[in-house]
């Protein structure tokens, strides 16, 4: 039966003391390089694994980060995530995956959990405005970092997207297409992102001389079948658009579905663009036109920060914003002469 090596197991191989062991993998004494080798060998030699936990306790530090997300069936988050993930393997941080859900109550727990386990940082896309786990983010000194969605009200570092002037952006590029009946599929009311993005179209639009009908807006969930079910909505309608901006990229192919179902030809009859630029934006058929984020860079640029915070507490506040552009593909054509 093979047995655990142990550090004294180390030390009798190696013909030293449990202490010089301890000093050689620690580095907390000068040990002879002599007595470096003969250790190593024996670490080497019986596969020793040095007992993480108590080194963290000691160092008063865990080595690990904790990620909190709304949604991990989104690639989105998926793209952040692995910005996170990468920047915080690259400076020896192994990092926590938790998925809210979307839901304020999972939040707060998981919240509380990584706290609780001792964390060193959290990375949190937050909910929404969840009073409960921004207080208990307040009441606590731990380095953290918002990604993606601004919380008002809550002072830390944060990395955000500027979501009004992708929107803007939409409805401009719509504009010089010729569109003059454009709807929209939007996100949760909720959430940052959703609104800011509606916020910027309005402006792009109203520049252009258009103003958005509440008839031609529907509420979705950020998710494929919000889309979905927004773009029937849509089509239900008295007025029916010609172009329709949709909030996010996933709700944009569960547009596409129902476009499919309903034998309306995208673009030919519709034109269709999103928001995000998803791997899968430039894989289905058509290829979706949509406003990109940096979604790696995001992520990337979230751990830095939180990395910053974690070596220096008492540095100033950051707060970042990216930019987006417009990805053009193949679900925008400019309108016909006639309403369609």
């Known amino acids: 039966m093979h047995t655990i090596a142990t550090i004294k197991d180390v030390a009798n191989m190696a013909g030293v003391s449990t202490t010089t062991v301890s000093h050689v993998i620690n580095k907390t004494r000068f040990v002879s390089k002599d007595l470096i080798e003969r250790v190593n060998d024996a670490i080497t030699t019986l596969n020793y694994q040095p007992y993480g936990l108590a080194r963290s306790l000691r160092r008063k530090q865990s080595g690990t980060i904790g990620i909190v997300i709304p949604d991990n069936t989104n690639p989105f988050f998926a793209e952040v995530v692995r910005g996170i993930e990468d920047t915080c393997f690259e400076n020896g941080y192994s990092v926590f995956l938790c998925n809210s859900d979307g839901k304020p109550a999972k939040e707060r727990n998981y919240l509380q959990l990584l706290i609780e386990k001792g964390v060193d940082g959290l990375v949190l896309v937050s909910t929404g405005d969840d009073e409960e786990a921004m207080r208990l983010l307040e009441n606590r000194e731990i380095p953290k970092v ?154 990337e640029t979230g751990a830095e920060l939180l990395l910053k915070r974690i070596n220096n507490k008492g540095r100033s506040e950051s707060r970042i914003v990216k930019k987006t552009h417009l990805v053009i593909r193949d679900t925008c054509l400019p309108a016909n002469s006639t309403d369609r």
């Open 146 to 299: 918002i990604v993606d969605r601004e919380i008002s009200g809550l002072h830390m570092d944060s990395v955000l997207v500027d979501n009004q002037q992708g929107g803007y952006s939409a409805a401009r590029y719509l504009i010089e297409l010729g569109h003059r009946t454009i709807g929209c599929i939007m996100g949760p009311s909720n959430i940052t992102p959703s609104g800011q993005r509606i916020e910027g179209f309005r402006k792009g639009l109203k520049e252009g001389g258009l103003l958005l009908d509440e008839n031609m807006v529907a509420t979705g969930d950020f998710k494929s079948f919000g889309g979905y079910e927004g773009f029937k909505k849509l089509l239900r309608g008295e007025l029916v658009p010609t172009a329709i901006f949709v909030c996010n990229d996933m709700m944009a192919l569960g547009a596409l579905n129902a476009a499919r179902e309903l034998g309306i030809d995208v673009p030919e009859q519709l034109s269709l663009i999103g928001f995000d630029d998803i791997a899968l934006a430039s894989l289905i058929n058509p290829n979706l036109t949509t406003i990109a984020q940096p979604k790696y860079e995001l992520g």
